[in-house]
């Protein structure tokens, strides 16, 4: 079955993305792996935004899932160096924050991010959020 086809199950089977989560709450880490996981996404967990810079240049994921405040390097920062790294450039990342004003979501969109996730989320919304990332990179 190709991508897009659907199992027995009913679930759609996409071709499989891999997905890095900077997030330095660790139940955030472990609740958006569990969701992710269960919707066939492979997942990668940073608990800063120094070691998701790493990661990032080791694995090159499908896309990137980045918590805006983290403590240390902020999520906004590392979407910067992210962006200014041509390797990396064009990796698309979805900011997700608590925050939902404007001004939250114009900065981020500044930094480079192509979506932004106010938490908390739904599992569909989460999906959604990847798939049109991933989508308008292409």
Same mark, same amino acid.
């Given at each position: 079955m190709g991508a897009g086809s659907v199992e027995s199950s009913g679930k759609e089977i996409r071709s499989v993305k891999t997905v890095l989560v900077i997030d330095d709450d660790e139940l955030n880490l472990k609740l958006v792996n569990l969701m992710l996981t269960s919707e066939g996404f492979?997942? #990668?967990?940073?608990?800063?935004? =120094?070691? &998701? +810079? =790493? /990661? /990032?240049?080791? =694995? !090159?994921?499908?896309?990137?899932l980045m918590d805006i405040r983290l403590s240390g390097m902020s999520?906004?920062?590392?979407? %910067? %160096? +992210? !962006?200014?790294?041509?390797? #990396?450039?064009?990796?698309?990342? $979805?900011? $997700?924050?608590?925050?939902?004003?404007?001004e939250d979501i114009a900065r981020a969109s500044e930094a480079?991010?192509? &979506?932004? #996730?106010? !938490?908390?989320? %739904?599992? !569909?919304? +989460?999906? =959604?959020?990847?798939?049109?990332?991933?989508?308008?990179k292409g």
């Open positions: 492979r997942v #990668l967990c940073a608990a800063s935004a =120094e070691e &998701g +810079l =790493e /990661l /990032l240049r080791q =694995e !090159k994921p499908t896309v990137v999520g906004l920062e590392a979407t %910067r %160096r +992210l !962006k200014a790294d041509h390797a #990396l450039s064009a990796i698309p990342v $979805v900011a $997700v924050s608590a925050y939902a004003m404007e480079g991010c192509s &979506g932004y #996730l106010v !938490k908390p989320f %739904r599992r !569909k919304e +989460l999906v =959604e959020a990847i798939e049109k990332a991933v989508t308008m």
